[in-house]
């Protein structure tokens, strides 16, 4: 298994252009999630979703948006993106244990570092 | 609101001395407790966790952390660091049934000889 996957490694964006950053994971896990981290401040969470079709807010959604069409593949979207916005981002994943219980332990990917000019 | 609190975001220590990384959180239920490490241009790794049972939780690279309800506190402990223990280390808690993680602000180790 390749785990949880990030493309691109690093990318720079000027004010307003768009991006999406890919986030894979082969484990076939339920639950998927998107992270910034920011020094100083923790990593603080974005969207998660719990399986394919349903997705919803973290503590820091504005200017992203997410979708989960299938249970493979996470994309965040920066639709014009913001210099508020360079940060490093990580996506995770974990799988059900029993319906609607999700194993504690999360699967981090190796992170895409973003810079907005 | 919950919250974890990391006293420390820059903690240095002699090669073969004692690691001790402070944790404390805020709750309104048990939550579950979690370490990740995070070495530099990678990923983070789960270095250890508390769901329930024995307070005394052990971990990978030879560190450990207790559990203490009395203080809320969850302190990540090494007792003899080596240079390869030089990280970003995360505490974490989990708050809800969907598993989202609430993190600290992260405490850099680092270890000179």
């Known amino acids: 298994n390749a785990g949880v996957t990030q493309t691109p490694k690093f990318q720079v964006l000027k004010t307003g252009q768009s991006m999406t950053l890919q986030c894979a994971q082969d484990m076939n896990h339920e639950y998927m999630s998107w992270y910034r981290q920011d020094p100083g401040m923790g990593l603080r969470l974005i969207h998660y979703s719990v399986g394919a079709g349903i997705t919803d807010q973290g503590e820091v959604p504005n200017g992203y948006n997410v979708s989960r069409s299938t249970t493979e593949d996470f994309p965040l979207r920066l639709l014009s993106a913001a210099p508020s916005q360079t940060s490093v981002y990580f996506c995770?994943?974990?799988?059900?244990?029993?319906?609607?219980?999700?194993?504690?332990?999360?699967?981090f990917g190796p992170g895409t570092r973003l810079l907005v000019l | 609101a919950q919250s974890v609190t990391q006293l420390g975001s820059h903690v240095s220590v002699s090669e073969g001395a004692l690691v001790l990384l402070r944790c404390n959180y805020s709750s309104s239920v048990p939550p579950y407790l979690f370490w990740y490490v995070q070495y530099p241009n990678q990923g983070l790794q789960l270095l250890l966790k508390?769901?329930?049972?024995?307070?005394l939780v052990k971990g990978i690279n030879g560190f450990e952390a207790e559990f203490k309800k009395s203080e809320t506190s969850f302190h990540l402990t090494k007792p003899s660091a080596h240079m390869s223990d030089a990280a970003e280390y995360c505490c974490?808690?989990?708050?809800?049934?969907?598993?989202?993680?609430?993190f600290g602000a992260g405490t850099r180790l680092a270890v000179h000889p």
């Open positions: 508390y769901t329930t049972g024995a307070t």
């Open positions: 995770a994943s974990s799988y059900s244990i029993s319906p609607g219980r999700l194993q504690e332990t999360q699967y």
């Open positions: 974490a808690v989990s708050r809800s049934c969907y598993n989202k993680l609430l």
